[in-house]
């Protein structure tokens, strides 16, 4: 019983009940992950050991490139991706645990205003996300970053730190910004397409 529980619980996850969730989970899994996976670690990977400052002192650089991120942002990514996925994840999980298959999801009310809920839920902490990466990150990493090192109580207070390939980490972010907007925009024509679909099963009837 327990496999079966899996086994409906892992096609939930890889084959919604509606064509644009398969297309966003495909969008998801593969591309959004790939591009954060692979590409964001060739360009985040060693910002740490390339992050200097004048003067170049190893001490100095920790403090002020822990105050440049405060998060990494493949940390903050990777947090992002997850936490999405979790209101799709408990959904899924509830509909295997009641051996609900994917047809029943889009013909049964309650079933349906459960799942529109965790669409929902998606783009909120989709939009949130958004909101906290432009807090933290901006639009455009600056090749120059002013460190306040008062607290190290050092000759200068304000320290210039070079921030290494601040082009490339630019378009990086620009590139995920984007990915959470197509996503966000996915969820929402997943709400209507789910609208169309109960609406036309109703007229059906």
């Known amino acids: 019983m327990s496999l079966n529980y899996i086994k409906n619980f ?5 084959k919604p009940p509606t064509v644009i969730g398969q297309f966003h989970t495909l969008f998801f899994g593969s591309v959004r992950m790939f591009f954060l ?11 740490a050991l390339h992050f200097s400052c004048d003067p170049d002192k190893r001490e100095i650089n920790l403090f002020c490139y822990n105050q440049f991120r405060p998060i990494t942002p493949q940390v903050f990514w990777a947090l992002q991706l997850v936490i999405v996925l ?10 295997a645990c009641k051996s609900i298959n994917q ?3 889009l013909q049964k009310p309650i079933y349906t205003v459960i799942y529109i809920l ?11 996300a958004f909101w906290l990466q432009i ?4 639009f455009q990493v600056k090749p120059l970053y ?9 000759k200068f207070t304000i320290i210039k730190c070079m921030v ?6 630019t378009i990086f972010l620009i590139a995920m910004y984007t990915f959470t907007v197509i996503t966000i925009v996915l969820c929402v024509a997943e709400i209507f397409e789910i609208i169309f679909r109960r609406l036309c099963f109703l007229i059906s009837q």
């Open 103 to 105: 047809e029943c999801i």
């Open 146 to 154: 002013l460190c306040d090192a008062a607290s190290l109580g050092k």
């Open 164 to 169: 290494p390939e601040h082009f490339e980490k």
């Open 37 to 47: 996976g692979v590409l964001g670690f060739a360009v985040y990977g060693n910002e």
């Open 86 to 95: 979790v209101p799709g994840a408990i959904f899924h999980l509830y509909a």
């Open 118 to 128: 965790s669409v929902l839920l998606r783009i909120s902490l989709e939009v949130v």
């Open 10 to 14: 892992y096609e939930g996850c890889m």
């Open 135 to 138: 807090h933290l990150f901006g």
